[in-house]
């Protein structure tokens, strides 16, 4: 299978635990976006690669959230202190640089109990 | 702030109807509008338009893109239930995230 791989597919943690998440985009894609989708709502933009570097982040990402790709291939996105309006459908996307069509993984849950 | 706006929210038709979606925005910076088709897994892309007037087509689906008025709208024609799913319009800025709307929640019934 070519195409976007997220894991854990799901995550149920307590709140104030930290959690991790990792993205593995499609090979040739040198973009990679992080999204948060909660139910009835559209995927909100939090933060985007081009390679190793992070080219912008939106308001929602507070500081608590934190996302690597350390050696342009893959991505991690962390939160610590997990609260409980942090469950969400977690989406990772990429793209090739000059083209806008993102690709889609299928997404972590994350349940913060 | 950057907004699109879809309707309807939800529309439930019968198999073989043709269906239309909207999506109008308000946006500073327009670069493209894009279609994706949302089960329950990750959305997948559909359509991209950037040029006002220019149908796209894929099988049954057709999107078209009216930059004056600031809408686009999706059309599903002889609807099967493997239609049956949550459709995104997303808008593409200056800045490179993408914006979605809400989604049009569509149940096609046998």
């Known amino acids: 299978d070519t195409g976007v791989s997220q894991n854990p597919r799901h995550k149920i943690t307590k709140r104030g635990q930290n959690v991790t998440f990792r993205c593995d985009p499609i090979?040739?894609?040198?973009?990679l976006y992080w999204y948060r989708q909660t139910l009835g709502q559209g995927p909100e933009f939090l933060t985007y690669?081009?390679?190793?570097?992070?080219?912008?982040k939106s308001r929602l990402l507070s500081d608590r959230f934190s996302a690597e790709r350390p050696k342009g291939s893959f991505s991690t996105l962390e939160i610590q202190r997990t609260e409980q309006g942090d469950s969400a459908m977690y989406l990772c996307?990429?793209?090739?640089?000059?083209?806008?069509?993102?690709?889609f993984g299928p997404g972590t849950r994350l349940t913060v109990l | 702030e950057d907004k699109v706006v879809q309707s309807p929210l939800s529309l439930v038709v019968h198999e073989g109807d043709t269906v239309t979606l909207n999506c109008s925005y308000e946006?500073?910076?327009?670069?493209?509008l894009l279609w994706y088709k949302q089960e329950k897994k990750a959305p997948t892309f559909l359509f991209m338009l950037?040029?006002?007037?220019i149908e796209k087509k894929s099988g049954r689906l057709s999107s078209i893109l009216d930059k004056k008025e600031l809408f686009s709208i999706l059309n599903i024609t002889a609807t099967q239930t493997g239609d049956s799913a949550v459709y995104l319009c997303?808008?593409?800025?200056?800045?490179?995230?993408?914006?979605f709307g809400k989604g049009t929640h569509l149940i096609i019934q046998p």
């Open positions: 996307a990429s793209s090739i640089w000059d083209r806008r069509e993102q690709f």
């Open positions: 690669f081009q390679n190793e570097a992070q080219l912008e």
């Open positions: 946006v500073t910076n327009f670069r493209s």
């Open positions: 997303a808008f593409g800025g200056g800045a490179d995230g993408l914006t």
């Open positions: 950037t040029s006002s007037g």
């Open positions: 090979s040739e894609h040198n973009r």
